[in-house]
């Protein structure tokens, strides 16, 4: 909840900044360059994210407060009100997706396509990271699948909006998870299976993959029927996630009204991220996703309503031993 902000005391010799910021080194050059000051003069007071949905990445409010400071005796603190804050901010990119796979005789994957359209980040913001001409950003989770598939291609095709955009939150994984779990559910209906089923079917190459989907079934009690409401109907849905080399299953459940209002009652989160230093941590990370990713799919404009926060009655974490 906090704008974007910077308060910054520049001198003839020295300079030091404060704010909260996921790239202080970014900070450094940002300032070497507009200053000429040695990296070595200028000291960088990190602060405690108030919020940062990918905005933290980039030293825009950095710019702005050396470009006043310079013109002012003393310290200086820029705060950007919320309106400043959402005119002069770094959007998500859309993406244009096109997928398609062949089955079978089992009714299981054996060619997958997968074509990706949209903005690079990675190329304004880390162009060394670019190789071939692919976003690394803009792929991820779509190339890595831990789905059993023997034959996968991806391709990538860069296209600019006109309006600058950046990292959102979990970045391409945001993205690519969507639509890779969207179209195993499809592939699934099409076959008559079970999605949960099917996905496991797909997993005996990836162990810890397929432990998280059975903790996340078994937790959130898919071999139980789901009661169903007076009017209106309730459904259970499941999914799964490799990035940054952690494992998440997700099951949820979803009542519709008569009135097509949608309503999640309840969300179980399994996560295998490796070694654990601080528990709290991890679920504070899962319930916040869990958070957002509902705002964004049932309120989703740009002002994200925070109405989406009472309309969670349960999350439930649990950990992969």
């Given at each position: 909840m906090e704008p974007i902000n910077c308060t910054i005391h520049l001198?003839?010799?020295?300079?030091?900044?404060?704010?909260?910021?996921?790239?202080?080194?970014?900070?450094?050059?940002?300032?070497?360059?507009?200053?000429?000051?040695?990296?070595?003069?200028?000291?960088?007071?990190?602060?405690?994210?108030?919020?940062g949905f990918g905005h933290r990445l980039e030293v825009d409010s950095v710019i702005q407060a050396v470009q006043i400071a310079k013109q002012v005796q003393g310290p200086v603190k820029i705060v950007l009100t919320r309106e400043e804050d959402i005119q002069h901010d770094r959007y998500r990119?859309?993406?244009?997706?096109?997928?398609?796979?062949s089955l079978d005789s089992n009714g299981?994957?054996?060619?997958?396509?997968?074509?990706?359209?949209?903005?690079?980040?990675?190329?304004?913001?880390?162009p060394m990271l670019i190789k071939d001409g692919v976003d690394p950003d803009a792929v991820e989770a779509a190339t890595d699948l831990q789905y059993a598939i023997p034959n996968v291609l991806v391709i990538y095709v860069r296209h600019e909006p006109p309006f600058t955009t950046a990292f959102w939150h979990g970045a391409g994984p945001t993205h690519n998870v969507f639509v890779v779990e969207?179209?195993?559910?499809?592939?699934?209906?099409?076959?008559?299976?079970?999605?949960?089923?099917?996905?496991?079917?797909?997993?005996?190459?990836?162990?810890?993959?397929?432990?998280?989907?059975?903790?996340?079934?078994?937790?959130?009690?898919?071999?139980?029927?789901?009661?169903?409401?007076?009017?209106?109907?309730?459904?259970?849905?499941?999914s799964l996630l490799f990035a940054f080399g952690s494992y998440i299953a997700q099951g949820a459940e979803v009542v519709v009204s008569k009135d097509n209002e949608?309503?999640?009652?309840?969300?179980?989160?399994?996560v295998d991220c490796g070694m654990i230093m601080n528990p709290d941590k991890v679920?504070?990370?899962?319930?916040?996703?869990?958070?957002?990713?509902?705002?964004?799919?049932?309120w989703a404009i740009l002002h994200l309503k925070m109405i989406a926060l009472?309309?969670?009655?349960?999350?439930?974490?649990?950990c992969c031993a």
């Open positions: 001198q003839a010799d020295s300079c030091d900044l404060w704010l909260g910021t996921q790239v202080p080194t970014f900070v450094l050059g940002t300032v070497a360059k507009m200053t000429g000051l040695a990296a070595d003069k200028t000291r960088v007071h990190n602060q405690l994210l108030g919020g990119p859309y993406y244009y997706d096109k997928i398609s796979a299981m994957p054996e060619a997958w396509n997968y074509h990706i359209t949209g903005s690079s980040i990675i190329s304004g913001f880390a969207s179209f195993i559910d499809q592939l699934g209906a099409k076959e008559k299976k079970d999605p949960y089923e099917y996905r496991r079917s797909l997993l005996a190459n990836s162990p810890r993959a397929n432990a998280v989907l059975e903790l996340a079934a078994a937790k959130a009690n898919r071999s139980t029927p789901l009661a169903q409401p007076k009017e209106g109907a309730a459904g259970r849905g499941i949608v309503t999640v009652t309840c969300v179980v989160s399994a679920k504070a990370q899962l319930e916040g996703g869990v958070m957002f990713g509902i705002i964004t799919v049932l009472s309309k969670v009655i349960s999350i439930i974490i649990v």
